[in-house]
C-alpha cells in the first residue's frame, strides 16, 4: 500500500515562488514513478512533471518548462516541486501522484496512487 500526503501549497503573489513536498509511505514507492499533476476549477486533472525513479529522468508540460522543477530524495521517499515566476494561471490544486509502470507522458489514468491535493493560489 503506498499513501502519498502533499504539503507546501498556499497563497503568492505573481512573480512568487513556492516548493510543494510529497512524501510517500511503503517501500515500494521508491521505485515508482512520480509525478505532479494539477487541477484547474471545473477542468480535467493535467500533468505537469514526472520524474523517473532513479531521478535520472524528466517531463515537463510546455506550460511550466524553465520555471518548475520536479526533485525526489528516495532516501526520504519524497518527492518536491520547486515554482518559481508563478502567474494567476498556476492557480489550481496540485496532486502528487505514484505508479509502477507509467511512462513519464503518462496521463492520470495512468496513475494508481493519489495525494489528497494542495491548493496553491498565485493572487495578481
Known amino acids: 500500500q503506498v499513501k502519498l500526503v502533499e504539503s507546501g501549497g498556499g497563497l503568492v503573489q505573481t512573480g512568487g515562488s513556492l516548493r510543494l513536498s510529497c512524501v510517500g509511505s511503503g517501500h515500494s514507492s521508491v521505485i515508482y514513478t512520480r509525478a505532479w499533476f494539477r487541477q484547474h476549477p471545473g477542468k480535467e486533472r493535467e500533468l505537469v512533471a514526472s520524474i523517473s525513479y532513479g531521478g535520472g529522468s524528466t517531463y515537463y508540460a510546455d506550460s511550466v518548462k524553465g520555471r518548475f522543477t520536479i526533485s525526489r530524495d528516495n532516501a526520504k521517499k519524497t518527492m518536491f516541486l520547486s515554482m518559481n515566476s508563478l502567474t494567476p494561471e498556476d492557480t489550481a490544486v496540485y496532486f502528487c501522484?505514484?505508479?509502477?509502470?507509467?511512462?513519464?507522458?503518462?496521463?492520470?489514468?495512468?496513475?494508481?496512487?493519489w495525494g489528497q491535493g494542495t491548493q496553491v493560489t498565485v493572487s495578481t
Open positions: 501522484a505514484a505508479d509502477p509502470y507509467s511512462g513519464l507522458k503518462g496521463g492520470a489514468a495512468n496513475y494508481h496512487y
